[in-house]
């Protein structure tokens, strides 16, 4: 079985006014396929770029292995220089990706190569994360922790992406104090008997080839596939809403640290009984 999903729209440039107006304004996705055709990204960001400015690295990967107690929020599940793992990205498939890392902080030449771009967004001027993986690797469901509207930028490859729209949630199977739906949940082939809700929700996809950009508004849910080895980038802005901002404090400063305590405190049993609410919780009607 497969998700019900609609191609979110592409323009392949875009004034300001329009992509405020348009998609800002309305919370509505979008690609835009030429927005980063002048930077220097365009032409030099590959992962054999990568490979040669900061091989020396040792870097954070994640695998897609479920969530357990012992787990701190976000830790690693290993280390390997950045050289090695590229290798490792160029041999062969692997679960093994890098989240939300910081490489521009070790690497300060990478600034150089990108543009903050004029699109009618406040950007948070901090130092842009970057996210890589192998073919066929995958990103759990999730929405981020802070609400922003996120300007996805994909190099290196394709990379399939797929939404779902806030609104969508009571659908998804949302684990409670946490920000991912079930991980046992397979978006690329979900089993209706077992996720039943699944059916009613609608969502959008679509597949991003390089130097392509990706507009996904406050808290939007998005799930992952690098089709290929590739690595991507995202500038952030704050919610524009009242509610999303208050949303995003209090997962910041409330939700992140009860869920480490109840790990903590109650061990396994919290990840399940979480998993459980999770099912319970879910509209079905």
């Not at 954070?60 to 390997?80: I, Q, W």
């Not at 400063?253 to 009860?258: G, L, V």
Request: glycine letters at 4%; one cysteine or more.
């Amino acid at each position: 079985m497969t998700l019900e999903l609609t191609e979110i729209e592409r323009v392949k440039t875009i004034s300001k006014e329009d992509f405020y107006n348009k998609y800002v304004k309305l919370q509505k996705p979008v690609v835009v396929e030429q927005l980063t055709s002048d930077w220097p990204a365009f032409e030099k960001w590959n992962l054999n770029y990568i490979k040669e400015i900061a091989g020396d690295k040792v870097v954070p990967l994640y695998d897609d292995r479920p969530v357990s107690h012992e787990d701190g929020f976000n830790e690693a599940h290993a280390k390997m220089k950045m050289a090695d793992y590229i290798d490792l990205l160029q041999t062969k498939p692997t679960n093994y990706r890098i989240f939300l890392y910081n490489l521009m902080k070790e690497v300060p030449t990478l600034k150089d190569d990108f543009k903050w771009p004029d699109i009618g967004l406040r950007l948070v001027k901090q130092l842009p994360m970057l996210f890589f993986g192998g073919e066929n690797a995958k990103v759990f469901m999730h929405y981020d922790i802070d609400y922003s509207n996120i300007l996805h930028f994909h190099f290196h490859g394709k990379k399939r992406c797929v939404l779902f729209a806030p609104t969508e949630s009571r659908y998804l199977y949302k684990v409670p104090h946490s920000l991912i739906s079930r991980e046992d949940i397979d978006f690329d082939n979900p089993d209706y008997e077992k996720w039943p809700a699944l059916k009613k929700a609608k969502g959008l996809v679509t597949e991003l080839n390089h130097g392509e950009m990706l507009y996904m508004p406050e808290g939007y849910w998005h799930y992952m596939k690098y089709v290929t080895p590739g690595f991507s980038m995202s500038l952030r802005a704050f919610p524009r809403s009242i509610t999303n901002l208050s949303k995003a404090a209090y997962n910041v400063f409330i939700m992140r640290h009860f869920d480490n305590f109840m790990r903590k405190w109650k061990g396994q049993k919290w990840i399940d009984y979480k998993n459980q609410k999770a099912i319970t919780n879910t509209k079905i009607d």
